[in-house]
């Protein structure tokens, strides 16, 4: 390592350990409910053996593009949401994009991508919650963030899962946007890649294949699923209760394009508006956890709703144990495939579904009354 990459390292140690707010800094509170630290495993979880790996993107649930192999892990980055994090970079090449609230209001992103080796330049890469990690453990995602929560490293101890966290790599897997540091805290200008994840996979012993299930429940290749609840051009909900997106359908693209915080939200690097072809808004009981501060979502079961093609149907969802996978569900509690292709899923705290408005007309939305979340 150079004397610039070495320093490069130090800074990012010390900045990220002192910037990292919310929960992420109450460890020391959180002690008493740390577990010990088992020897780390580069294979994630061991899945069942006798379950055969599907033939697909494990994300998307499409066919595999020629080069691409079955059972490659995903790769689930954490990237900040924040109105000053904005614009996010290589966010719009995702496979799906999950938001959850994190604390005061501010929301996070985990951006999948089923094949790490075609991530692009993304980020600002922030810190990893235990809420996000539990629709990332089930997929046997390598991780890649800057830092976690006490709940998010206790996760992570409890099944001795490797990932990629720049904490203790620096600029082996991450890389510091100078010119962006110019006009942004330094928090938002860290970042990541495939060469770069890469090489924290090989740092860290991480084994590439050996994931076996897929984001949902898609449907048959060649199968279109229709939605029959109802119309849905425009669709507006809270995230958290000071953080509204929006949804409007295109029906040139086939696709829903994403607002936030007032405006379009754009992909840095490409200057295109986040599009979805399936977009889920779950409902989950929140709480706070033991130190006051964090969110605490209830992943068993709950309610919803899924837009596709500018229709929508309400629906019900379940996932259970930390290793189980998100399922699908109609509304009297049977399997329901969803179609394949890139999705948006926000989980939601439930007392904000009465905010759900799937029906408005499909007109350019005035500028949202929520104000962004500080810093």
């Known amino acids: 390592m150079t004397m610039t990459k070495r320093l490069l390292a130090g800074i990012m140690l010390l900045v990220m350990a002192l910037s990292l707010f919310g929960c992420a800094g109450k460890d020391g509170e959180a002690s008493s409910q740390s577990t010990s630290v088992p020897k780390a495993s580069g294979e994630g979880l061991q899945q069942d053996a006798d379950k055969p790996t599907p033939e697909v993107n494990l994300i998307t649930g499409e066919p595999l593009k020629e080069g691409q192999t079955a059972g490659t892990r995903p790769a689930a980055i954490m990237v900040s949401n924040i109105a000053q994090a904005l614009p996010q970079r290589g966010i719009g090449s995702a496979d799906a994009v999950l938001e959850m609230e994190t604390e005061g209001g501010i929301t996070r992103l985990m951006a999948f991508f089923a094949d790490p080796t075609t991530v692009p330049a993304i980020g600002p890469v922030r810190s990893a919650r235990d809420q996000h990690l539990q629709f990332a453990l089930p997929l046997n995602a390598v991780l ?94 809270m995230a958290s209760n000071t953080t509204e997106v929006q949804m409007v359908y295109d029906a040139a693209s086939g696709t829903y394009l994403k607002q936030e915080y007032g405006a379009a939200q754009v992909d840095e690097a490409t200057g295109a508006q986040l599009s979805y072809k399936n977009v889920f808004v779950l409902f ?92």
């Open 144 to 237: 890649v963030h800057i830092g976690t929560s006490v709940y998010a490293k206790n996760l992570l101890n409890q099944y001795a899962y490797q990932d990629i966290n720049g904490l203790y790599l620096g600029t082996t897997a991450f890389t510091l946007d100078e010119e962006r540091r110019k006009t942004r805290n330094q928090e938002h200008c860290w970042y990541t890649d495939a060469a770069l994840i890469s090489a924290g996979m090989t740092q860290n012993g991480i084994v590439p294949t050996g994931a076996k299930n897929t984001l949902l429940n898609f449907a048959e290749q060649g199968k279109t699923v229709t939605l029959d609840g109802g119309d849905a051009p425009h669709v507006r909900f």
């Open 284 to 375: 989950a009981k929140v709480t706070l956890k033991p130190d006051g501060n964090c969110t605490d979502f209830a992943l068993t079961s709950g309610e919803g709703y899924y837009f596709c093609g500018g229709k929508y149907q309400k629906i019900r969802w379940k996932k259970g144990d930390v290793t189980e996978p998100l399922q699908i569900l109609d509304e009297k509690g049977k399997a329901f495939d969803v179609n394949t292709g890139k999705s948006y899923i926000a989980v939601v705290r439930e007392e904000l579904a009465s905010e759900l408005k799937p029906d408005m007309n499909a007109v350019a939305p005035a500028a949202s009354s929520a104000s962004a979340p500080a810093a």
